[in-house]
Structures are given as structure tokens and as C-alpha cells.
């Protein structure tokens, strides 16, 4: 499976922004994709999952309240609809794929798209 994210950008604090992840090639229709961000200078961070199959949505606490996972099974994209954005939101988002539901680690997800940049500016 390939996966591409799109829809970083520049915005204000307290505005939003909508990242999509395009997914191509074989999809398992039991895995789970993830949106992870990852600041200049620390580590790749969880933010929110979705599965495939069902919906069960489920968020870092950082996300919960504000962001919002969803998913287009027939377009085979993965949404992230982000509200209220910090200052501290700012990183690169990437999305990813991997077989375990609930998972929060990045070495629980083999497939990783390129990463799109969000920047929000207090």
C-alpha cells in the first residue's frame, strides 16, 4: 500500500485545517490507518487512528476535542479535520498503515506516507 497526505499549510491560532491521506496499491481491509506529527527536533508523535472496517475513532489526548478522524472507504482516504490549532501543532503530519487497531507506536505501522507540514502561528 502507498499513501500520500496532503493539505498542510500555514494558518492562524484557533483556525483549521484538513489533512487527507490517499491510500493506493493493496489495502487490507482490517488495518488501521494513523496520523502521526512530528515537531522540529522530537519525536514522532501519535495523534489519531481510524480502521478501515467499522469506524472506531480513537485519539491521543493532545487530539481529543479538537481533532477529528474520518474516513471515505470508496475514496480510500483518511481525513484528519483539525480545529482550534495551537502554536504547538506545528509539524510535519504524516500518515501511515498498520494491522493493529489501538495502536499508538510508529513501529506499529509499516507504511508511511511523505508528510505534509503544518505550521500555526500564535
Known amino acids: 500500500v502507498q499513501l ?6 500555514w494558518v492562524q491560532a484557533g483556525g483549521s485545517l484538513r489533512l ?3 491510500t493506493s496499491g493493496r489495502v487490507i481491509t482490517s488495518s488501521t490507518v494513523g496520523w502521526f506529527r512530528q515537531a522540529a527536533g522530537k519525536e514522532r ?3 489519531a487512528g481510524i480502521r478501515w ?4 475513532p480513537y485519539y491521543a489526548d493532545s487530539a ?10 470508496a475514496k480510500r482516504t483518511v481525513y484528519l479535520q483539525m480545529s482550534s ?3 504547538e501543532d506545528t509539524a510535519v503530519y504524516y500518515c501511515a498503515t498498520g494491522p493493529t487497531w489501538g ?5 506499529q505501522f509499516g507504511s508511511w506516507g511523505q508528510g505534509t507540514q ?3 502561528s500564535s
Open 45 to 47: 508523535d501519535f495523534v
Open 20 to 22: 487527507a491521506c490517499v
Open 4 to 9: 500520500q497526505a496532503f493539505g498542510g499549510g
Open 103 to 107: 495502536g499508538r507506536k510508529h513501529s
Open 64 to 73: 481529543k476535542g479538537r481533532f477529528t478522524i474520518a474516513k471515505d472507504n
Open 118 to 120: 503544518v505550521t500555526v
Open 53 to 56: 472496517t467499522g469506524n472506531s
Open 85 to 87: 490549532l495551537k502554536p
